[in-house]
């Protein structure tokens, strides 16, 4: 089970990592296994499969959540 402070961590962990990627032009997409388990992992594939796919013409960096 996870506690308080080690999701609070790895949110920290995660949001660093995430901006070392994106200082060098990566897109970053972060799959959480809870959202794999709500949406089923055929879906939540498909998601990232259009996510892969989108070419941001407009620069904006968008998140699987943004593309809702």
């Known amino acids: 089970m996870i506690t308080g402070a080690k999701f609070a961590e790895t949110v920290r962990r995660d949001e ?10 990566w897109r970053v997409a972060i ?3 809870c959202g794999i388990n709500e949406k ?3 879906a939540m ?3 990232i499969v259009k996510w892969l796919e989108i070419t941001p013409a ?3 960096r968008r998140t ?3 593309e809702r």
């Open 64 to 66: 699987i959540s943004d």
């Open 40 to 42: 089923g992992g055929d």
């Open 45 to 47: 594939a498909g998601r």
């Open 58 to 60: 407009d620069g904006v």
């Open 16 to 25: 660093r990592n995430v901006a070392a990627l994106r200082a060098l032009d």
């Open 31 to 33: 799959v959480w296994e």
